[in-house]
């Protein structure tokens, strides 16, 4: 029994080896069509591998292995390919399986994706694969709709078939009308594409290239044929049963699309291509009237293809419908189409004849003739459109009138049963009729019977012991068969579930070495990702490190760059810094020790690298500016100790950076640590002592401030002087200039003087307010910063208010210049609004000496503007009185003078950039030798 079995298991295995192999030739057949069918070679898709694509679709019914292969072409990289998919995928929806609408509508984003790609390329090919693409689509939304139509759109008995899937409903039939139409545009659209991208002047159609694009051109008038014969049923069908202003916008598309059918079968039929492939039709040349009742069979001639090359030169002539139309003179006729259309355009639509030209005019009577047949063709009209109402409620009667006959004819045969059983009862009560009569014949025979009853009674009880006795052996025999049967189905059981073991083992082996397999791969792949995710964190690592070297060696340069020269920094600030770079070097240390341990910590030993180099790249920029204001045996050390603090921090990042130097870190920390702990300790020896505060802080303010005071009344009486000389001496232009300048300087002079009274009198209030019961030399030793700025802000306004007065001296002598009375004029300024602020900055917010400060100085502004004024006034003024006068100059002169202003200019320019040096060489002096004596250095930040 089990070696039967197994013969079976084995036959079954090679019947089904066999199925596999037959599919896999099947697939690969497949393939090779597929792939010769849709090539990149720029000619028309051949016939026999579309052909073997299409037989494989009624091998598989279905699409199904079509598009597993199609889906894998360079659709999207190649337009000749996709053109050519487009082409066959056409054919095999129109020839194929039935199935192949159903399996192809699940890709219809697919051919829309493809088709949306191409119509943003520039390719020649680009626009009309967006158009087929759109075909595609149009028509599988058609089939999906119209299910009862086939893929080659031909019906056997099309004005049939469309009544029954429209369901004889009117509005079914308005709607599969515009979806109709909807498809012809499709169509259209496409055709019009190919067409416009060649020149048909040309016989391009035979050549390759030529007939790459126009062979989709067949199944298109394939299409096209059947679906205009479709429009023009539908169309009658409408127009019997609709109003025709209702159609109004059926009939304009209806129309639109005539006209351009018509010339697209007159294009194609005359490319030889399709002369020996096709015959094209020709539509008629008017379109059918639908105002005029169709009586007869609509004809229509489909489009044939020719069975060989030669023949089909010949097109035929696709016929208007037949109508039953009496033979009426032409007049009568155009008049007729006339009346029945709205506008001359509508009239040249529908007419079928067109009027001889230069009628001869129409009397009464042929009006009046004109109007009755126009009557008889309205009544023609309604007439037969109430035939149709009529036929359609004749033919719903009929229907019900069949049913009725089909419930009635049930009806019948159920009373004809009931029928039956009534005379089925009738013979069972006449047998029981029959047994009641002899039962009571043997109640007269008693005897007889009761002796009956005593046999009766013994054979009963033998009876009843031979029924036991069978009984007994039916039993014992019932249960030998029932335990044969379980025994000969456990066994059948066992051999079974032996079966399913051995199968059961095989795979679980089976299964175990696929999974050992699959461990070790993914243990193998494991290490590659984790070898290469160390060296990522590496290259990761090392960018970090080269980006923080490449951070100090700018700030290195930028050191060493003349123009960071003017930058400052106290001591103290830099002081500050160093706790929080000795932290950061101590925790770079930590976090490389840390990464050595775990290389999975990659992100803390990062930050850690960044965070030291941007803070120590800070303070050796901070430690240079200070060594800017520091003394020059102090100055040197400090920058040295920058320089090399930078330079070592360079050293410490390339060892962090090889593998190969990690060793010498721990060396390069200290190295590091060493060089910043040097230039701590020179910051430190840069702090003010304590014993450097003089103790006569508070007389020396006193002193200068009255210093100043005597300085500015000795100004203003020089400056009366001066102007009662000038008006003695000068006259004219220069003594008006004179007096202006002078009496501008008297003014600066007063507000100055008024400036420093209000200073002195804010100065008392604070020291006053902020001493309290301690004598005030205790406050001016206190805020000693303060007291020095008030001493260095009162000198120097005395210095600019000296530098004024001589600089007006000079130039009422006619020795000086107008612009050294501005400067001067713009260094008080500068002097009196730093005297300004080192008064007011101790002050109370709502002080009334403050006010009064204020007022004074915007008076001090106003007169400094006066001041700079006058003297350009005056410059100007002067200007005028020594214009030159170039009138009697000749060529030669004024070629000479040119020249020589053109070399003045070149010495002054010249002139210029050099003071310019010297003067920002002169401003970094004075502020450095200001800043060491007067200890500004202590609250500037670079």
């Given amino acids: ?70 889906t894998r072409l360079p659709v999207q990289g190649s337009p000749i390919v996709a053109w050519k998919f487009c082409h066959t995928l056409h054919k095999v929806l129109r020839e194929g399986h039935e199935r192949v609408l159903t399996d192809s509508q699940k890709h219809t984003a697919h051919i829309s994706d493809l088709g ?15 158009s087929y693409c759109q075909l595609l689509v149009t028509k599988l939304e058609f089939h999906k709709k119209n299910p009862q139509i086939p893929g080659n759109m031909v019906l056997a008995d099309p004005e049939n078939a469309l009544e029954k899937m429209c369901e004889n409903d009117i509005n079914n039939f308005f709607q599969m009308t515009v979806e109709i139409f909807d ?49 023009v049923r539908l169309m009658y069908k409408l127009h019997a049963c609709l109003p025709a202003d209702t159609l109004e916008g059926h009939r304009d598309r209806f129309m639109k699309q005539f006209k351009t059918l018509k010339e697209f079968f007159h294009r194609s039929g005359n490319l030889m291509y399709f002369r020996r492939l096709i015959q094209v039709p020709n539509l008629p040349q008017e379109p059918p009237n639908f105002f005029i009742a169709q009586s007869g069979s609509y004809i229509s001639h489909a489009v044939v293809l020719n069975s060989d090359t030669d023949g089909g030169r010949e097109s035929p002539t696709w016929s208007e419908p037949i109508m039953d139309e009496p033979r009426e003179e032409p007049f009568s006729n155009s008049s007729l189409l006339v009346d029945l259309t709205s506008s001359p355009h509508t009239n040249g639509a529908f007419s079928a004849f067109t009027p001889p030209p230069q009628p001869p005019q129409p009397d009464d009577r042929d009006q009046l003739i004109d109007q009755l047949r126009l009557d008889v063709e309205q009544l023609k009209f309604e007439l037969e459109r109430t035939k149709k109402e009529d036929q359609r409620i004749i033919n719903d009667l009929k229907k019900r009138l069949i049913e ?54 013994v054979n ?87 980006e923080a070297e490449e951070s100090l060696k700018q700030i290195i340069q930028q050191m060493e760059d003349p123009q960071f020269a003017t930058s400052t920094c106290t001591a103290e600030y830099l002081l500050t810094r160093s706790d929080g770079i000795n932290n950061s070097l101590q925790k770079l240390s930590q976090c490389f020790n840390g990464y050595k341990q775990n290389p999975a910590d990659l992100s803390n030993y990062m930050k850690s690298i960044c965070s030291f180099s941007h803070q120590l790249g800070d303070y050796i920029l901070q ?119 002078l009496d501008s300087c008297t003014d600066l002079m007063k507000n100055i003087r008024v400036l420093i009274e209000k200073s002195k009198s804010l100065q008392r209030e604070i020291v006053a307010e902020g001493s309290g019961t301690a004598p005030p030399t205790e406050f001016y030793k206190r805020n000693h910063r303060w007291t020095e700025g008030l001493i260095s802000a009162a000198k120097l306004v005395g210095v600019g208010a000296n530098h004024l007065v001589d ?76 214009a030159m006068d170039f009138t009697n100059l000749s060529l030669t002169q004024t070629k000479r003078l040119e020249m020589d202003s053109q070399v003045l200019v070149l010495e002054l320019e010249s002139k210029l950039e050099k003071e310019r040096v010297k003067l920002a060489e002169l401003r970094k002096k004075h502020y450095s030798l200001a800043g060491a004596s007067e200890g500004w250095e202590d609250e500037d930040r670079w």
């Fill in 183 to 231: 498809y012809l545009d499709a169509l259209i659209h496409l055709e019009e594409s190919i067409f416009r991208s060649f020149d048909l002047s040309k016989n391009i159609s035979m050549t390759n290239s030529g007939q790459c694009r126009v062979a989709p051109l067949m199944p298109v008038i394939l299409d096209s044929g059947q679906l205009y014969d479709f429009s």
């Fill in 1 to 70: 029994m089990s070696s039967g079995i197994t013969s079976k298991l084995s036959s079954v295995r090679r019947g089904g080896d066999g199925l596999e192999a037959e599919r896999q030739n099947f697939i690969k057949h497949q393939s090779t069509s597929i792939n010769k069918a849709i090539n990149t070679v720029e000619s028309p898709v051949k016939e026999k591998h579309v052909r073997n694509i299409i037989i494989g679709t009624f091998q598989e019914k279905g699409a199904s292995t079509f598009w597993n292969l199609a």
């Fill in 623 to 741: 430690g240079k500016a200070t060594s800017n204001m520091a003394p020059i045996h102090l100055s040197d050390g400090l920058s040295s100790a920058c320089k090399s603090s930078g330079e070592k921090t360079l050293a410490l990042l390339g060892s962090l950076k090889n593998k190969s130097q990690t060793a010498s870190v721990p060396g390069n920390v200290q190295v590091v640590e060493s060089t910043l702990k040097d230039i701590e300790k020179i910051a430190k020896e840069l702090l003010p002592q304590q014993a450097d505060i003089k103790e006569d802080l508070g007389d020396m303010v006193e002193q200068e401030m009255q210093s100043t005071v005597e300085t500015i009344d000795k100004a203003a009486i020089r400056i009366q002087e001066m102007l009662k000389q000038s008006r003695e001496a000068d006259s004219g232009v220069k003594l008006e200039v004179n007096e202006k300048i």
């Fill in 807 to 882: 600089g007006a001296d000079k130039l009422i002598r006619g020795e000086g210049k107008f612009e050294e009375l501005v400067v001067c004029s713009h260094e008080i300024a500068a002097c009196t609004a730093q005297l300004t602020v080192a008064s007011k900055v101790k002050a109370s917010k709502d002080s009334t000496n403050l006010k009064g400060l204020k007022d004074a100085s915007r008076g001090v502004s106003t007169a400094t503007a006066g001041v700079v004024a006058s003297a350009k006034a005056g410059a100007e003024m002067i200007d005028e009185g020594e």
């Fill in 404 to 457: 009725m006959e089909t419930e009635l004819n049930e009806q019948r045969q159920l009373i004809e049963t009931t029928y039956q059983e009534n005379e089925d009862l009738k013979v069972q009560l006449d047998e029981v009729m029959r047994v009641s009569a002899a039962t009571a014949a043997m109640t007269a025979s008693s005897e007889q019977v009761d002796e009956a009853e005593k046999k009766a009674r």
């Fill in 460 to 546: 009963e009880e033998k009876f009843k012991k031979m029924k036991e006795v069978y009984a007994k052996l039916r039993e014992e025999h019932v249960a030998l068969i029932r335990t044969n049967a379980d025994v000969s189905k456990q066994l059948s059981t066992v051999s079974k579930v032996t079966e399913e073991q051995q199968k059961a083992r095989h795979d679980a082996e089976k299964f175990v070495q696929e999974l050992q397999r699959s461990v070790d791969e993914k243990k193998s792949a494991e290490e590659q990702m984790k070898k290469k995710l160390e060296e990522e964190q590496r290259k990761l690592l090392v960018s970090a490190i080269e």
């Fill in 116 to 130: 949306n790609m191409w119509n943003h390329m520039q390719e020649a090919y680009s626009k009309l694969i967006a």
